[in-house]
C-alpha cells in the first residue's frame, strides 16, 4: 500500500516555500500505486491537488484536499532512425536533469529550455516554453491515468489543443488525469539551433562562440537565467507570475502613443503580445516589496517570498500590479501560476 502522511508539510514540495500543510500527503512511484490511491477510502470523496515538483502554484491556505506527490522515475530511448529517437520519461523525473541526460547523450531539442524548475509531467500541463522554444514543438505523446475510471490513455500532440502556457490539462480535463509519462522526439547531428531569442547570441558572441553546439546553447539559456530569475532554493518563487498579455492591435497602437517604447510582437494578424515584465517594471514596481513579500528585483514578471510570506500576502501583491496594470494600460493581467484553493 502507498503510505499516507498526516499534517504534512508543503514548504519543500513547492518552490514558493511557504508553511503550509496538507491534511493527507500520498506519494506515487509508480502507475500501481494510483490504482491502489483510487481504492483508498480516505481519497474516495475529495478531489486530489496533483504536485509535481511544486514550481507553479500558490497555496494560500493550509491543503485540505488529499496531496498526491507524483515521482514516477525512469528514461527510456526507442531509437527512430539515424537522426531521430524518442524518449519515454517518467513524470517524476526532474526537467532539467533531462535536458542535461540529452546534452550528455549528444540529442538536442532541449537546450533552449535548459533550467526549467519542475518535473516532466507538469512540463505538458502548461506547455513549458523559454528563449524561443516550446514542449509542443518536441512532444510526441504522453500517458495518463484517468482518475474517474483508473484506466490509462494516451494522448498524441494534436489531442493535447496545446497553446501558449496551456493545454487541454489546464481546461477542459483539469483535475481528471494524472500525467504519468511524457514521450519527446529529440534529434542527433542537428544543425539548425533556435539562437533568435533574446540575449542568447549576445551571450555566444561574448564568449567567442561562432559555431554552437546545443551544449553551448543550453549554457547560454543557463547564463541568461541565472542573471534574471531567482534560484528557488536561495528565494522562494514560481517562475513568471503572469501570463503576458495577448492585447488587440488598435489597444497597441494607443498605447505606443502614450509609451514609444513598448515592446510587442506580433501573434497572428489581429493580435499583440506586450511583455508583462515590462508593464510592470515600467511602473517602477520592480523590487517593490511588503514584508517578505515582494517583486523580483532583476525581473519584475516574478513575484518571490523573502522569507516568511505567507500566500495571501503574495496575492495581495498580485492584486496590486493587476490594478496599476489595468488603471495605467487598460490590460488585465492573469496569472500563470495555479493558486489553490
Ligand atoms: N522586461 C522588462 N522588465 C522586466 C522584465 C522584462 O523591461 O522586469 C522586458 C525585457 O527587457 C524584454 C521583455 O520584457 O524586452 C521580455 O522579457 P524576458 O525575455 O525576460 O521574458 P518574459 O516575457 O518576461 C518569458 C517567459 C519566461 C521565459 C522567458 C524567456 C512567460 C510568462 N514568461 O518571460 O518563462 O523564461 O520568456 O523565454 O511567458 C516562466 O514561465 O516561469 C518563465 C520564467
Excluded at 84 to 105: P, Q
Excluded at 300 to 315: D, K, P, T
Aim: charged content about 20%; aromatic content about 8%; hydrophobic content about 40%.
Amino acid at each position: 500500500m502507498v503510505p499516507v502522511q498526516h499534517n504534512y508539510n508543503l514548504k519543500d514540495a513547492h518552490t514558493f516555500h511557504m508553511d503550509v500543510h496538507a491534511s493527507l500527503f500520498f506519494e506515487v512511484i509508480g502507475e500501481r500505486s494510483l490504482d491502489q490511491l483510487r481504492s483508498n477510502k480516505l481519497l474516495r470523496e475529495k478531489p486530489w491537488v496533483i504536485l509535481g515538483g511544486g514550481s507553479n502554484v500558490l497555496f494560500t491556505e493550509n491543503v485540505t484536499d488529499p496531496v498526491v506527490k507524483i515521482s514516477i522515475p525512469g528514461i527510456s530511448v526507442r531509437e527512430c532512425g539515424s537522426n531521430t529517437i524518442m524518449v519515454k520519461v517518467g513524470a517524476g523525473v526532474n526537467w532539467h536533469e533531462l535536458v542535461l541526460w540529452s546534452l550528455d547523450h549528444g540529442y538536442s531539442g532541449l537546450e533552449n529550455l535548459s533550467l526549467i524548475p519542475g518535473q516532466c509531467g507538469a512540463a505538458p500541463m502548461q506547455n513549458i516554453g523559454a528563449y524561443g522554444v516550446e514542449l509542443v514543438q518536441v512532444f510526441e505523446s504522453l500517458d495518463a491515468f484517468e482518475i474517474s475510471t483508473g484506466l490509462m490513455k494516451t494522448f498524441y500532440r494534436d489531442e493535447c489543443a496545446f497553446g501558449y502556457r496551456t493545454s487541454i490539462f489546464k481546461t477542459e480535463l483539469k483535475n481528471k488525469f494524472i500525467i504519468t509519462s511524457i514521450t519527446l522526439r529529440l534529434h542527433r547531428n542537428r544543425s539548425d539551433l533556435n539562437l533568435d531569442y533574446g540575449d542568447i547570441q549576445n551571450v555566444l558572441n561574448d564568449t567567442g562562440i561562432r559555431n554552437p553546439t546545443p551544449r553551448d546553447v543550453s549554457n547560454a539559456v543557463i547564463k541568461i537565467r541565472q542573471s534574471k530569475l531567482p534560484d528557488p532554493n536561495q528565494i522562494g518563487n514560481a517562475g513568471s507570475f503572469f501570463k503576458n498579455p495577448e492585447i488587440d492591435h488598435h489597444l497597441f497602437k494607443e498605447l505606443k502613443r502614450t509609451f514609444p517604447e513598448i515592446p510587442g510582437y506580433a501573434v497572428g494578424t489581429a493580435k499583440v503580445k506586450v511583455p508583462a515584465g515590462w508593464l510592470i517594471d515600467k511602473l517602477g514596481l520592480k523590487g517593490y516589496r511588503n514584508g517578505d513579500a515582494g517583486v523580483h528585483d532583476k525581473q519584475a514578471l516574478v513575484l518571490v517570498n523573502h522569507g516568511s510570506a505567507n500566500g495571501h500576502q503574495i496575492l495581495a501583491i498580485a492584486h496590486h500590479i493587476q490594478d496599476r496594470v489595468q488603471n495605467t494600460y487598460g490590460i488585465l493581467l492573469e496569472p500563470e501560476v495555479n493558486i489553490y484553493p
